[in-house]
């Protein structure tokens, strides 16, 4: 947790205050030390075996076609550097810097016109100690987990080049045409020191990953090879300026790995979520009425199903993620039973085991729930063939969608879809590692990413105890980090002991504030109470209007807007965290912080973290939106004239295709149905009602 808001801090700086190191002209030495590789023998029921599908995939995009113009782009290189370096930043690159090639940078070929390189470092994932849950299957791996974390980076930046129209190639270990180490120490990036290679405030190991290109860029100056590693003052310790502080490592060792960071622990935990839950009510829906589904096949119209393939993949940027996220889609798993294995199970173990390989791999919260049969979709999109509940337990996972970039974007702008991808894709590789880990371990296991789930997330999210129903409706928000996140859920039979659902005054909270609906660009979210749905009782959205606006609005792509602007988007500081306290254990306070988010300003665009260039890919070429940018303020008072007449349609299962449709027929969205049904939605109150009348009936 940070002491000092970063909220003044360029992002392509990085989270380490790296520009504040001495740089000096290098005579590179003759010979470079590697990166180091610890020769740690894999322990039988290692992860490393599951790592090399996955390099397959992510190598295979480190290369590929150019499109046919360049991108308008600014000329000057340290724009152009700065740029770049947000972007692997964005990917959770350590430390980035850039320099110019030479010819005995090559281990292989140079390929014409690279002659500029982006150099970063990614840091080992925090290992669990020794004893500790998870620590036999993390063991000897952080090499393998880092350099696929590298080789991801190098992918999808070179994809974004590619696709920006200038030659690019991604390189990482074991799939490399240059000299990384040297590349490292050429950007400024490590020191040699007692022969080895070291990196400035990284407290773990690292890998060391790179793109060529031809896309001209500004190089920074090698490290000064003398002095401290780090600077040794009480700025470098307290983070002033909203770095990371010097006590991070020591922070984070006082937790066991399995925790996670954020003290969940914490909150409130109770058998049932704080909104009804009416199982028996629930009725399974085929996955054709998910409306992302629904707009493909054609249903919300023409224009929505043309730009249903197209609006996620709009920005260079996520068209760079897209191979990755389609490509990981096969080594998901399958729903076949597997023999017992017949090891020795204990379910409180295996739980704390798989969360640590979570927090290991980089989910940023782990939780454990049953499989409930309701929470399976009833039937494929494809074949419209039915899916029986097949896994016993499901792992839900969060994926931050990153606070500082988030700040600078209206919510509903040009990097919208990036954020949502990188943490799908982040999501996709985390939760496929570890059903694959599972798989190996005898236990049957199936991930459920967004490119391809057969289980519905939001229950599961709400079940494992990772956060409440919210006004925005279909969005459960947790306590740390808000709305701001997107899920990713593995099913598997491993046996595991199971999370309760939190309660952290989300309802009060929520029936208060109204600020996600005030800012909804589309109007879709509802200013009104909860209603029953389907056997949730929920603040229902209008996915009709969501989901239109979502996929086919020019100024940008995607939205994520009412993530954005609630007040649980909080900065990590000690400041927000305190308010997040004050919010969860003082109910009167909670109207006061409702209105100092407005007065605060909180919810606008911070300039200083808007690091990406606008672009619009049409026809294979990136290019200047035609349509603009959207770039929203604070509407004020907009509650006021949108709330009276509002007008929201939702859609219970018999307003869905019906089980076995496919996407190849068309089903019209029935809005006028879909408005009555709204209208005539029970109440929460009318339901318990009922149910204390049907125990009493018995
Ligand atoms: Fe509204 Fe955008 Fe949120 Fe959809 S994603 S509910 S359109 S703010
Ligand atoms: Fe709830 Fe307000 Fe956040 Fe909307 S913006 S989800 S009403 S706290």
Redesign the pocket.
């Known amino acids: 947790m940070r002491l000092y808001s970063s909220k003044d801090r360029p992002f392509h700086l990085g989270p380490w205050p790296l520009e504040r190191l001495p740089r000096a002209a290098l005579a590179l030495p003759a010979s470079i030390p590697s990166q180091p590789r610890a020769a740690v023998p894999h322990a039988k029921a290692s992860l490393a075996p599951c790592f090399p599908e996955y390099f397959s995939v992510f190598r295979a995009a480190l290369d590929g076609k150019v499109a046919p113009a360049q991108a308008p782009v600014p000329a000057e290189g340290g724009e152009r550097s700065a740029n770049l370096k947000s972007h692997a930043y964005f990917l959770d690159a350590a430390l980035v810097g850039v320099c110019d090639l030479d010819a005995h940078d090559w281990s292989a070929a140079p390929l014409a016109g690279h002659r500029h390189a982006a150099v970063f470092l990614v840091e080992f994932g925090r290992e669990a100690a020794p004893g500790e849950p998870g620590a036999g299957w993390i063991g000897g791996s952080n090499e393998e987990r880092t350099d696929l974390r590298a080789t991801e980076l190098a992918a999808v930046l070179s994809g974004m080049l590619r696709a920006m129209g200038f030659a690019a190639r991604g390189h990482a270990a074991g799939a490399s045409a240059v000299q990384l180490e040297r590349l490292a120490l050429k950007a400024g990036l490590v020191r040699i020191i007692d022969g080895e290679l070291r990196a400035p405030f990284l407290g773990r190991g690292f890998r060391v990953g790179a793109v060529t290109t031809e896309y001209a860029l500004a190089p920074d100056l090698p490290l000064a090879q003398q002095g401290p590693l780090v600077p040794d003052d009480a700025d470098m310790y307290f983070g002033v300026g909203g770095t990371l502080p010097g006590w991070t490592y020591e922070r984070e060792a006082e937790r066991p790995l399995h925790m996670g960071r954020y003290p969940m622990e914490t909150i409130k935990r109770a058998a049932e979520p704080t909104t009804l839950v009416l199982r028996e009510e629930i009725q399974r829906v085929p996955k054709r009425g998910d409306f992302f589904k629904r707009a493909e096949a054609g249903d919300l119209g023409e224009k929505a199903r043309r730009e249903r393939k197209r609006f996620p993949f709009k920005h260079p940027y996520a068209l760079g993620m897209q191979p990755l996220i389609q490509g990981m889609v096969p080594l998901q798993g399958g729903r076949e039973k597997f023999p017992d294995p017949g090891l020795a199970a204990d379910p409180a173990h295996n739980a704390m085991a798989i969360k640590a390989l979570g927090y290991y791999l980089g989910a940023d919260f782990v939780g454990i729930c049953r499989a409930e049969p309701w929470m399976y979709y009833s039937h494929d999109e494809v074949e419209g063939k039915p899916i029986e509940a097949y896994h016993e337990y499901a792992v839900v996972m969060l994926i931050d969608q990153g606070y500082e970039t988030m700040e600078g974007a209206s919510g509903d702008d040009w990097i919208s879809a990036s954020q949502s991808m990188r943490a799908y894709m982040r999501g996709a590789e985390i939760a496929g590692l570890m059903a694959a880990h599972c798989r190996r371990l005898g236990y049957s296991s199936r991930a459920h990413s967004n490119a391809h789930s057969e289980v519905i997330h939001n229950p599961a999210i709400l079940m494992a105890g990772l956060g409440e129903v919210?006004?925005?409706g279909d969005?459960i928000?947790n306590p740390f980090i808000?709305?701001r996140s997107k899920s990713v859920v593995f099913t598997t039979d491993l046996p595991m002991a199971i999370d309760q659902p939190i309660d952290f005054g989300?309802q009060d909270?929520?029936?208060?504030?109204?600020?996600?609906?005030?800012?909804c660009p589309c109007n879709a979210?509802t200013f009104g109470p909860k209603v029953m749905f389907n056997g949730y009782e929920i603040?229902k959205a209008d996915v009709d209007k969501c989901t239109k606006y979502r996929v086919t609005q020019s100024r940008g792509s995607a939205c994520g807007r009412?993530m954005k602007?609630?007040?649980?988007?909080r900065e990590d500081t000690l400041e927000a965290h305190e308010l997040a306290l004050l919010s969860i254990q003082m109910p009167t306070a909670r109207p006061w912080i409702?209105r100092q988010?407005d007065l605060t300003g909180a919810g606008s665009r911070n300039l200083a973290k808007r690091w990406w260039f606008d672009l619009e890919v049409i026809d294979g070429v990136a290019v200047v939106p035609p349509a603009g940018t959207n770039e929203h303020g604070l509407n004020l008072g907009r509650d006021a004239r949108l709330a009276p007449t509002q007008k929201l349609a939702f859609f219970p299962p018999a307003l869905q295709p019906r089980g076995g449709t496919t996407l190849a027929e068309v089903v019209p969205v029935d809005r006028a149905a879909g408005l009555k049904a709204y209208q005539e939605a029970e109440t929460p109150e009318a339901a318990r009602a009922r149910l204390a009348e049907a125990v009493r009936g018995n």
């Not at 909270?509 to 800012?519: I, S």
């Open positions: 919210s006004r925005i969005t928000l808000g709305p989300l909270f929520c029936g208060q504030c109204n600020k996600c609906a005030r800012e979210i603040w009412c602007m609630c007040p649980w988007n409702i988010d």
